[in-house]
């Protein structure tokens, strides 16, 4: 497949070379982009439309709404990796758009692509109850680190991606201890299904963690993120001991921030999903929904936020 590129941001001659190398892909060149041998530069977006078959957008200062939609429009797929300066009603034609092209729009959700989901599907994950801790050490320097969209919206996806289900209410609150903003915020985050999952994010502990356990019938799964570890435990067990140590352990050599190795399997996710004509796993209706509860936790904080400062 013909790829084309808008913008630099994050790609970089590392990333052409290693995108290059998938056997599917063929990386024709871009658009205000890199200079490397080998690789393109058009003049602009509609030649560059023009000579491929997909369109990937690394950087966010690229996200312009009318050349997202020129790419649509002309029947390419369309790849943005973080379209956070596009509003919802923008995405939402986009989405529009791509439907009317049968075209596919795929959005830069990396937590949807970990390892660990490649054998939590083998375990026919129905969760009921989903419990999320993501802490980051205290540092008075980060006074920008949004709790909210740096931390927890990424617990969020994870808990849609897992429950698969409409949800039905949100509750949020958060404090401010040490600044004006929330340094802590709980979220519960109820389910058609019956699932409920509470999330809770904060800025300023005295250790990093990040960990997810889900709880069904019969299976209790744990991912702790910073030591790249699952332990799933089921009670259909061959052995039927139920000891403290029991279960299947299995440990990652993915490193938390290997972009390029994220970035190729979300790419060739998209691929596969564009040559079996099937939605994407991060498509923008995918996007849409997580957009959706982080606005309702954000209503929520407007009415339950605290703070002594």
């Known amino acids: ?25 063929t990386v024709v060149g871009g658009y205000e982009s890199i200079k490397a041998d080998g690789f393109l530069n058009f003049d602009s977006v509609n030649e560059l439309i023009d000579a491929v078959d997909m369109v990937l957008v690394l950087d966010l200062l690229s996200c312009d709404y009318e050349s997202f939609s020129e790419v649509l429009k002309y029947g390419k797929h369309l790849y943005i ?10 995405l939402s034609r986009l989405e529009l758009l791509a439907n009317e092209a049968s075209v596919s729009l795929q959005i830069g959700l990396k937590q949807r692509f970990y390892s660990f989901f490649d054998d939590l599907s083998k375990h026919e994950l129905v969760p009921r109850i989903i419990e999320s801790r993501r802490y980051v050490k205290f540092n008075s320097k980060s006074t920008q680190l949004s709790v909210l969209e740096d931390l927890m919206d990424h617990d969020v996806d994870v808990a849609l991606k897992l429950v698969n289900s409409d949800v039905k ?42 960990k997810t356990q889900i709880f069904q019938k019969n299976v209790h799964c744990s991912i702790d993120y910073l030591n790249q570890i699952i332990n799933v435990q089921s009670s259909r067990s061959d052995s039927g001991e139920m000891r403290e140590d029991w279960g299947t352990r299995t440990k990652y050599n993915q490193k938390k921030d290997d972009y390029i190795y994220m970035l190729k399997r979300e790419v060739y996710s998209f691929y596969d999903s564009i040559t079996n004509n099937m939605e994407p796993i991060a498509g923008i209706s995918q996007y849409l929904q997580l957009q959706s509860v982080t606005d309702k936790i954000k209503e929520q904080l407007e009415r339950n936020f605290t703070t002594n400062v």
């Open 1 to 25: 497949m013909r790829v084309g590129i808008i913008g630099t941001g994050n790609f970089t001659k590392s990333v052409f070379d290693a995108l290059q190398k998938e056997d599917y892909l």
């Open 81 to 90: 990796e973080s379209p956070g300066l596009l509003g919802r009603r923008d």
């Open 169 to 210: 209410s949100v509750y949020s609150t958060a404090v401010g201890v040490y600044y004006k903003d929330p340094d802590i915020v709980h979220t519960r985050i109820e389910f058609y299904n019956g699932c409920v999952a509470n999330l809770s994010a904060s800025k300023i502990a005295d250790k990093e963690t990040h």
